[in-house]
């Protein structure tokens, strides 16, 4: 069993950054991915960017690539999202995910209660 807490959410200009942190309790925390998702209001929940169990693999949507930066640090059973130059289509609830490591929901066995990140124009 993995639970997972966010945290870092909040309101920022554009062009600002943001860090989300989130913290997973459980013991096999460092033997699966990470991933984070957001869902925007009235759109689907859409992956946003993906770590191997190791921290040497990262994958990210397009629309994030080269802006945001996935990370983790499995002594500490923690996995990061630092956003910058960000955008009010940005404007989400994210979630972290512990799974298999793909960009499907469905891969994703443990989810978060999720934070809002707003960016205003």
């Known amino acids: 069993q993995v639970q997972l807490v966010e945290s870092g959410g909040g309101l920022v200009q554009a062009g600002g950054s943001l860090r989300l942190s989130c913290a997973a309790s459980?013991?096999?925390?460092?033997?699966?991915?990470m991933a984070w998702f957001r869902q925007a209001p009235g759109k689907e929940r859409e992956f946003v960017a993906v770590i191997n169990w190791s921290g040497s693999s990262t994958y990210y949507a397009e629309s994030v690539e080269g802006r945001f930066t996935i990370s983790r640090d499995n002594a500490k059973n923690t996995v990061y999202l630092q956003m910058n130059s960000l955008k009010p289509e940005d404007t989400a609830v994210y979630y972290c995910a512990y799974g298999l490591g793909y960009t499907r929901e469905r891969d994703y066995d443990y989810w978060g209660q999720g934070t809002q990140v707003t960016v205003s124009s």
């Open positions: 459980g013991r096999t925390f460092n033997k699966y991915a």
